[in-house]
């Protein structure tokens, strides 16, 4: 019931990296019929995957880790020729009587037009030169964080010691 019914892709993958079960949603972003799917690794069907999407199905393989908010960006025979943005998350499905890591689930989230619409976004911004997150990236070295903007001291309580992060930056 949930593979039919979930708005994501969602997808199980044996321990060699091969579709196992698909459901309609994740088909409908490859572009592909669900059968088309069953027997073939994620990246004979959408090829840009592998060099990111191989060493972190190995990870979950091996170690049994969790990965979330993984962003790819690709084409699928839905729309060739037109780069599009998912973000997943992996997990390890286990064997229920042993424990041990039986192959992979993802779950997939399409967010190709939110990205496109960051991007213009962030274009505009830099193009009218306004003190937006490009224009602060640019002035910024490579491994250096920046502090916020305050314009008012009661911004600063509690916090003078902590460095800014980008939501979504990593630790």
Known sequence: MLYRSAP???AQFDRRMR????????????GLPVEAHLG???WDLVPDLQSAAEPLFRRVLDQGETITGIEFTGQTAKAPGVQRDWVEQF????????????????????????????RTRELA??????????????????????????????DDAGHADRPHRRPGAGA
């Open 125 to 154: 911004a830099a193009r009218a030169g306004s003190p937006g997150e490009e224009s602060v990236r640019h002035r910024q070295r490579p491994g250096q964080l920046q502090r916020p903007r305050r314009d008012h001291p009661a």
């Open 8 to 10: 994501l892709g969602l």
């Open 40 to 42: 073939r690794l994620a």
């Open 91 to 118: 997990y390890p499905l286990r064997d229920p009587e042993t424990q041990e890591v039986a192959g992979v689930g993802i779950v997939c989230e399409e967010v190709t037009e939110r990205k496109r619409a960051e």
């Open 19 to 30: 579709f196992v079960r698909v459901n309609e949603a994740l088909a409908e972003i490859n």
